[in-house]
């Protein structure tokens, strides 16, 4: 289970790799006296980490990725951060690089990860469509002794070495507590889209875990849309049409929110509070030019390079986290000329570890 949202602000590199594994070495040596350093298989290994002597090997190494598929800006950021990791960051630790993407078949995915073990891949990370079959193929590959990196999601509790994601069920409880504040009562809509990169329904379990302690506020609707500005306009306007008074909404990301405000500009009501936006470009922008009061999440496209810093951690046996949850930075409007980049076009994400000319390039118009 993920940590409590306190713990959500909790960074964890490649230095605190080195200090944990070195602190579990110290309490052999002092106690004891020893004489010779024990094996690093006989290092214990911290509760809620694993010890990956067995998937050590010399490189340089094959790495293998099975994407859902850049469908999306919040995708196309993300693996960009991965190929920077394997192709930059990490060039002289890596022979090859096979990134195939699933286009959001599960059928595919499970046929990409056949092709991948069959080129003898050394470690297989994967951003997993959440189906049976996918499963099953993550666990052949576990089965055939080849380590898996899950990013941003699980898959039908399929077996993996190390799991990195955002926790979004403290991303939901963190924007429906701002939202309660932001209000002195009235109506609040949910509006939350699927797929997405993380997971709708714990985002979900989290809104309602902390609306439901608030009495001054009525959830008076709750909506799924797909993943598109416009289905996000039509059920906004479905929402409109059906309650004379909105006075607070919840998304789960900026698409959904850029969605909310066209649909109230249209009907000519006044935008109400939104919570749950992130970094991306297009909203910025959509906030920026209609003044709008939000609270916002940054989305996590650069946790793509956090799983290539376990990659290299797995393959050179150093211990790692069972469950490495990713960062996140809120921020509101007041934060948007910090944020918000008018010279880049709508798909680039603010919060991202690459250089600038890979910025410039993806996203310069």
């Known amino acids: 289970m993920a940590p409590d949202r306190t713990t959500t602000q909790q960074r964890m590199n490649r230095r605190e790799f080195i200090r944990v594994a070195t602190g579990a070495a110290l309490a052999l040596f002092v106690p004891a006296c020893r004489r010779t350093s024990p094996s690093p298989s006989a290092l214990p290994v911290p509760s809620g980490w694993v010890d990956t002597q067995r998937y050590k090997k010399p490189g340089p190494w094959r790495i293998g990725r099975s994407g859902r598929g850049d469908l999306s800006s919040w995708m196309v950021m993300f693996s960009a951060h991965i190929a920077y990791g394997i192709r930059v960051k990490y060039k002289e630790r890596f022979k090859e690089y096979f990134d195939l993407p699933a286009n959001w078949d599960p059928n595919k995915q499970v046929q990409d990860i056949e092709k991948l073990l069959a080129k003898g891949i050394d470690l297989l990370l994967i951003d997993p469509i959440d189906h ?60 939350a889209s699927q797929p997405t990169a993380g997971d709708h329904r714990a985002w979900l379990r989290g809104v309602h875990r902390a609306l439901d302690a608030q009495s001054h506020i009525r959830q008076v609707k709750e909506s799924t849309c797909f993943w598109s500005v416009p289905a996000a306009k039509e059920a906004t306007k479905a929402i409109l049409n059906q309650f004379s008074a909105i006075d607070g909404v919840l998304v789960n990301n900026g698409v959904v929110a850029q969605g909310v405000v066209e649909a109230f500009v249209e009907k000519g009501r006044a935008i109400p509070p939104i919570a749950g936006a992130d970094d991306w470009n297009g909203w910025l922008r959509t906030a920026k030019e209609h003044h709008v009061h939000f609270i916002g999440l940054t989305g996590g ?9 376990l990659a290299v951690e797995i393959l050179s046996g150093n211990a790692v986290p069972v469950y490495l949850e990713f960062p996140y930075e809120i921020f509101d409007e007041s934060a948007l000329d910090r944020y918000y980049r008018p010279d880049l076009s709508d798909h680039y994400w603010a919060a991202h570890d690459l250089p600038e000319d890979w910025i410039e390039k993806m996203f310069k118009p």
């Open 301 to 309: 496209a650069n946790l793509g390079l956090r799983c290539v810093d």
């Open 132 to 191: 049976a079959a996918v499963a099953q193929g993550i666990q052949e590959a576990m089965d055939r002794g080849i380590p898996v990196v899950l990013a941003s999601s699980t898959a039908q509790n399929a077996p993996y070495v190390s799991l990195v994601a955002l926790n979004e069920e403290a991303r939901g409880s963190t924007c429906a507590d701002w939202l309660s504040r932001a209000m002195a009562g009235g109506n609040v809509a949910i509006l």
